[in-house]
């Protein structure tokens, strides 16, 4: 009898599940809307002409190799990166009191803080410690809490799916009824999957409560730069919390606004009070690193490093961010301007309203599954589009697509295999983990499903 | 400025001690004898010291950047070409697991990775048992990936110190005694700390024992090719036991054999029952492995791939490696002789019998510290030193070292 005679089948993760049925949709107009990386309007993939040219530096120096990094990673990156997000002149880099881990990307970034906070925060080893992130979230943060040790994980309000903006009430509510010493994700900006970003106003009064409440603040950096075009703009959170005096860990993803995706470069800051705690932290890091990856990869690293840390090369680098984020933009407003053009019922107002790579597109599972099946655009079943996907080639498909799906009465029942049936969470923990960042995604958006009846998500 | 709270959240954050492997390097990095010398880090170096980039890794790098490929993610498990040719690199070409396709591989960073993606595998699903039981000694990493996984560490006899040999009939008795369907970790050639192996025919034995207590094997393979400088020979175990019928798990680790230490390529492998486990192993190790890092990086992998799947490429590095295990078997033979030379009296027929990178000298630790403090020698506690780091440059003081700790 085998030993893993009972290990069940899992699900696929949603996304990369839907860019591997869109690579086998034979159909002609075929459009990916649904993996968060950045395409030209060519639709393909673009390597930035600086990482380019960083590249080609690092295979001409012979005095280079391939030996093992630190535990904590490149010092030069960790120290630019951080940099990077909260300012040249940042008075806590000043202040000796900010320190950073390399890890693999922003996931891993947010796997060594989440598994820090569970082993040091709020007591030790306190696991029962409220671990909120956004309704919807990135599908994942759940899954790397949830797997580092917390048992309790919550939503905080955050997509009125009714004005298709930010429930500010929700959100100002759930922050003053969570525990004190509650763990809350921030998104910096870009918010995944609705691209919808607090108000500098409103990011002050959030942290006027969070200050009070003693809420720690944990950031997911994934777009700075490529939601605005501006660095500096795209950091405003992150900075306004420091500055406000909070201790804070912000997870930075370089996949994006680098087009580093497989090489997995991403840095974890720390901001503590002083020199001394922030030194305990990071050793305790180092351990928590070392029994994860060991160090971590240097490639990537190198590329990042190099670039951040030579004047020209970065001018460069934020000029090829913005040309991603400017395609982004002209893509926003050209869809919205189509879609009104067509008459199609409702508002698109939210479209150029989000920012970043994501929208949140007010499509309901039901046209979901009828843009997948009859138009074959692929989407996420939250209604999230990679605004990335379009180009000027299939911008009036996906336009018309969107027309003819929210113009008919889309009523198509699936069956079978195209609905797993979502199960509440306790249940079976493989399934119930990956099920939970749907189900948020489908209980903030769509008030007509509830838990009692078969809680549909799609599995496709 | 008003820094919210006047305690810090950390304020009750102990100080972690520094790493006692990768502690040792940084100590060296700070003296400033010049005679001094790293033993510490298993990191091959030249008959100069120096890092050493093979040269198949770098043709093989010249290769892809030209063609210019993307940056897209990889899949969760990694990259195709290379998950297909680490099991084929261990299990060898022909092996009827990869022919059936009752083997999932993926790809994960380095052998830190692969064993703790492994941990983390055993300890959600082979619920019969939390032991998992470690040779003593083992690496010392091992111990906290599979606690931070949430299994617990036991341990069976394995070196003798009296002899600085493999405790056979010690490592059998203890085996005996194991608990059914716990799990057993053995290290696949070059026993790390000790570069204790056993014979084959004591691997046939091992084998046989381990089936009759039902133990789950999780294999550790970090130095193929770099124990006898052959990749078959050093997989000899790990294929004899599936052979057997043992449904192991594997790591592998490329950081040594392909010297690319810092771009992180590894491989972790379960052997199934048949292809329809292996594809529900495989989801679940996905399931694992996104809330870490969700995919593994490109740059080592496709460099490895290419090595392994290109014919010259692959011949090159067969090539370099015997090199650089021949390297190391030359380092043995000149350390005792330099030991025999300064007129040291003790045995040192074992630095000869170890193989791969590691020696375990004999030495106390007051010995060690000795060593460190008066001659610049840096090595761990336990009296391990890296082969790789000696010398015909520096094979003379450091007899000099050992002779003067020792006699």
Excluded at chain 1, 17 to 25: G, H, N, P, V
Excluded at chain 1, 238 to 267: D, P, T
Excluded at chain 1, 318 to 332: I, P, Q, Y
Excluded at chain 2, 199 to 222: C, G, H, S, T
């Amino acid at each position: 009898m085998s030993i893993f005679a009972e290990v069940p089948q899992a699900p696929p993760v949603a996304v990369f599940k839907l860019t591997a049925d869109f690579r086998e949709d034979t159909h002609a107009q075929k459009v990916n809307l649904g993996v968060g990386a950045y395409r030209t309007d060519d639709c393909l993939p673009w390597v930035l002409p600086v990482v380019k040219k960083v590249e080609q530096m690092i295979v001409e120096d012979n005095s280079l190799n391939h030996e093992y990094l630190p535990i904590l990673g490149l010092p030069e990156l960790r120290s630019a990166a951080s940099k990077v997000a909260l300012g040249d002149d940042s008075p806590a880099i000043k202040d000796g009191r900010v320190g950073a881990v390399q890890a693999l990307g922003g996931t891993g970034a947010l796997r060594i803080g989440a598994e820090f906070l569970r082993r040091w925060y709020n007591g030790t080893n306190n696991t029962a410690t409220p671990v909120y992130v956004s309704a919807p979230t990135w599908e994942n943060h759940n899954a790397v809490f949830s797997d580092a040790g917390f048992k309790d994980i919550r939503p905080y309000h955050y997509w009125d799916g009714e004005k298709k903006g930010l429930d500010v009430t929700g959100i100002m509510d759930d922050l003053e009824n969570a525990p004190e010493h509650s763990i809350f994700v921030l998104h910096a900006c870009a918010h995944n999957p609705t691209g919808t970003d607090p108000t500098p106003d409103e990011w002050k009064t959030i942290s006027e409560v969070m200050k009070r409440r003693k809420l720690f603040v944990f950031f997911d950096s994934a777009y700075q730069g490529f939601a605005s075009g501006s660095l500096d703009k795209d950091a405003w959170a992150i900075r306004y919390f420091v500055s406000e005096g909070f201790e804070l860990l912000c997870a930075q993803s370089f996949s994006k606004n680098f087009g580093l995706y497989n090489e997995r470069v991403g840095n974890l800051t720390v901001v503590a009070q002083d020199k001394d705690n922030l030194a305990r932290v990071l050793s305790q890091m180092e351990k928590i690193v070392r029994t994860t990856w060991s160090n971590p990869p240097s490639q990537g690293a190198r590329i990042v490093a190099i670039t951040l840390n030579n004047p020209d090369l970065f001018i460069e680098w934020k000029g090829n961010v913005k040309t991603m984020a400017d395609r982004v933009l002209l893509m926003r407003d050209q869809l919205k301007a189509k879609l009104i053009a067509l008459g199609t019922p409702g508002t698109w107002d939210h479209i150029t309203q989000q920012i970043g790579m994501f929208s949140f597109t007010g499509l309901n599972p039901k046209q979901v599954q009828y843009m997948i099946k009859e138009k074959h655009v692929y989407l996420m079943a939250s209604g999230r589009i990679n605004m990335c996907g379009l180009t000027s080639k299939n911008i009036d498909y996906v336009a018309e697509s969107i027309h003819e799906t929210v113009s008919k009465e889309v009523t198509s029942h699936w069956t079978g295999s195209d609905i797993t049936v979502g199960l509440p969470v306790e249940r079976k923990r493989c399934v119930a983990r990956r099920s939970w960042g749907e189900i948020f995604t489908f209980i903030s958006f769509s008030d007509s499903l509830k838990m009692e009846k078969s809680c549909c998500f799609l599995s496709w | 400025m008003q820094v919210c709270d006047l305690l810090s959240w950390w304020s009750e954050v102990q100080m972690g001690p520094p790493d006692p492997i990768l502690g040792v390097s940084e100590a060296y990095k700070r003296d400033t004898n010049p005679k001094k010398i790293n033993l510490g880090v298993g990191a091959y170096r030249d008959d100069q010291g120096k890092p050493y980039v093979l040269s198949c890794v770098r043709k093989a790098e010249a290769q892809i950047a030209a063609k210019k490929l993307d940056k897209e993610y990889l899949a969760i498990g990694g990259l195709g070409d290379f998950t297909k040719a680490c099991a084929k690199l261990a299990l060898g070409d022909d092996n009827e697991v990869i022919k059936s396709g009752r083997n999932i591989t993926v790809q994960t960073i380095s052998g830190t990775g692969s064993l703790r993606i492994g941990a983390n595998f055993l300890s959600r699903f082979h619920t019969e048992a939390r032991d998992v039981y470690l040779p003593k000694p083992s690496w010392g990493n091992h111990t906290p990936i599979f606690r931070d996984a949430g299994m617990q560490l036991k341990a069976y006899t394995y070196y003798d110190p009296k002899t600085c040999g493999f405790d056979f009939q010690g490592a059998l008795n203890d085996i005996s005694k194991i608990p059914e369907k716990s799990v057993i970790m053995l290290h696949a050639c070059a026993h790390n700390p000790t570069g204790v192996d056993p014979r084959p025919e004591q691997w046939k034995e091992i084998a046989d024992l381990v089936k009759k207590r039902n133990l789950l094997v999780f294999f550790d393979m970090a130095y193929q090719g770099f124990a006898s400088g052959d990749i078959d020979r050093d997989a000899w175990a790990v294929r004899y036991f599936i052979e057997q019928g043992h449904n192991i798990v594997l790591s592998q680790s490329f950081a040594k054999n392909m010297g690319l230490y810092g771009e992180r390529v590894g491989g972790f492998t379960v052997v199934c029952k048949d292809a329809e486990e292996a594809k529900r192993v495989e989801s679940q190790l996905k399931i694992l492995i996104r809330p870490i890092y969700s995919n593994p990086p490109m740059n080592g992998a496709r460099i490895a791939a290419t090595i392994l799947n290109t014919p010259d490429l692959y011949k090159e590095w067969l090539g370099e490696v015997h090199g650089m295990a021949n390297r190391i078997i030359t380092m043995r033979e000149l350390l005792v002789a330099n030991l025999k030379k300064e007129g040291s009296t003790r045995n040192w027929k074992h630095v000869i019998d170890q193989i791969g990178m590691f020696c375990f000298t004999g030495l106390k630790p007051e010995q060690v510290e000795r060593l460190t403090k008066e001659f610049s020698v840096y090595m761990t506690k336990d009296g391990r030193i890296s082969m790789a780091g000696v010398t015909s440059g520096n094979v003379g003081y450091l007899a000099q070292g050992i002779h003067a700790v020792t006699k």
